[in-house]
């Protein structure tokens, strides 16, 4: 597997989790607020702010016919036809080149989901750093070749995807020249259930596809986003607004400035907390052996006289002869004189038969 970088950035095994802030509809067709809502996530130390380039008239076609209509009733946009819902949550592409301009004075990498190729090459005329296919686009396959053969970085969400489609996904991308891609786990609902994330795929793509990993989380919260980290998540996509009260088509499984910037730290102290395969302590532990068990002298005793469980105990601190000795130095006879407190000499071990 390859670590590749997103401007100059890396992104992969040894890296930090890189963190995305999904503006998408949160806008609420407002470039002020949009431009908030940039500020607020370089603010919150997100690496990346991501958009969404369609039009209605781009990503469906404007229909009444059931075919058209969101009808499920656990659905936040059910009622919706799709071009009303899409016409209500597209980014204003003459905003686009203003987003970019802010991240880049800010120090925040932006970069877009991509439905279509008129939307790749309006990016491509950006200079756009990277791609993302959202899991609703990954069985548009001439869309992931076009995206690819930019030869930039191809982020892939991999939600409703079979295996055998992701396969298809991954062989097209790398067949159209994408030599940096990532696959995102995603759970397609909104917002998702967290029984539903079965994080424990993460590891599976990884080995199998050699690509870096990551989460696209649609759960509400942070938990788990920072979990899918330990099971090697280098990236983790996250809706983002300012506050949920101001209700937009995202806003109930986005999170809001406070919890984000908890996603950012967490996200950090869960990849710094994964270490390697090692046990006994570590150079900062070294200090707490004080709060350890070993065997001390409880009782002054002469030289020559008998260790009993009188005079030895096995108490705090840690300094001296590990416990595992007590049954055996019980019944030994001192080599020297000792007091109350005092650590037992090593040496007593070599008459331990």
């Given at each position: 597997?390859?670590?590749?970088?997103?401007?100059?950035?890396?992104?992969?095994?040894?890296?930090?989790p890189y963190?995305?802030?999904?503006?998408?509809?949160n806008?609420?067709?407002s470039?002020?607020?949009?431009i908030?809502?940039?500020?607020?996530a370089?603010?919150?130390?997100a690496?990346a702010?991501?958009?969404?380039?369609?039009?209605p008239?781009?990503?469906t076609?404007?229909?009444a016919?059931k075919d058209f209509?969101i009808?499920?009733k656990?659905?936040?946009?059910?009622?919706?036809?799709?071009?009303?819902?899409?016409?209500?949550?597209?980014t204003?592409w003459d905003?686009?080149?203003e987003i970019?301009k802010?991240s880049n004075?800010?120090?925040?990498d932006c970069f877009?989901s991509v439905?279509d190729?008129t939307?790749?090459?309006?990016?491509?005329?950006?200079?756009?750093p990277?791609y993302?296919?959202a899991s609703?686009?990954?069985?548009h396959?001439?869309?992931?070749?076009k995206?690819?053969?930019?030869k930039?970085?191809l982020i892939?969400?991999?939600g409703?995807?079979?295996?055998?489609?992701i396969?298809e996904?991954v062989?097209n991308?790398r067949?159209?020249g994408?030599?940096k891609?990532?696959?995102l786990?995603?759970?397609?609902?909104?917002?998702a259930n967290p029984?539903?994330s079965?994080?424990l795929s993460?590891?599976f793509?990884k080995?199998k596809?050699?690509?870096i990993?990551?989460?696209s989380?649609h759960t509400?919260?942070?938990g788990?986003?920072i979990a899918?980290?330990?099971?090697?998540?280098?990236?983790?996509?996250k809706?983002f607004?300012l506050?949920r009260?101001?209700k937009?088509?995202?806003s109930?499984?986005?999170l809001?400035?406070?919890e984000?910037e908890?996603?950012?730290i967490?996200?950090?102290?869960?990849?710094l907390?994964?270490g390697?395969e090692?046990?006994?302590?570590s150079?900062?532990?070294?200090?707490s052996l004080q709060?350890?068990r070993?065997?001390?002298?409880?009782?002054?005793?002469?030289k020559?006289?008998?260790f009993t469980?009188?005079n030895?105990q096995?108490?705090?601190p840690?300094?001296?002869?590990?416990?595992?000795?007590?049954?055996?130095?019980i019944?030994?006879?001192?080599?020297?004189?000792?007091?109350?407190g005092?650590r037992?000499?090593?040496?007593i071990?070599?008459k331990i038969k």
């Open positions: 597997m390859n670590n590749f970088k997103i401007n100059k950035t890396f992104l992969g095994d040894k890296c930090k963190i995305i802030a999904e503006m998408s509809g806008h609420n067709q470039i002020n607020k949009a908030k809502i940039i500020n607020a370089a603010k919150c130390g690496n702010i991501k958009i969404q380039t369609y039009t008239n781009t990503i076609l404007k229909s016919k209509v009808k499920s656990n659905s936040l946009w059910s009622g919706y036809t799709l071009h009303d819902l899409y016409n209500k949550a597209y204003n905003w686009i080149s970019y802010q004075k800010l120090g925040i877009s439905f190729e939307s790749v090459d309006f990016l491509e005329n950006l200079n756009t990277a993302k296919i609703f686009e990954n069985n396959i001439p869309l992931i070749r995206a690819a053969s930019t930039k970085p892939i969400s991999t409703l995807a079979t295996q055998i489609e396969d996904v062989e991308a067949q159209a994408c030599k891609l990532a696959l786990k995603c759970t397609s609902d909104y917002p029984r539903d079965n994080l993460i590891p793509i080995k596809y050699k690509t990993v990551g989460l989380d509400k919260g942070i788990t986003a899918s980290i330990s099971l090697g998540s280098s990236i983790i996509e809706h607004t506050k009260q101001n937009s088509l995202d109930e499984f986005s809001n400035e406070k984000f908890s996603l950012v967490e996200s950090e102290r869960a990849y907390s994964l390697i090692k046990f006994g302590s150079k900062r532990e070294k200090k709060f350890r070993s065997i001390y002298i409880s009782q002054n005793i002469k020559g006289e008998t469980n009188k030895i096995i108490i705090r840690g300094y001296s002869i590990h416990p595992r000795y007590y049954d055996k130095i019944g030994l006879r001192s080599d020297k004189n000792y007091e109350t005092e037992i000499n090593k040496s071990l070599s």
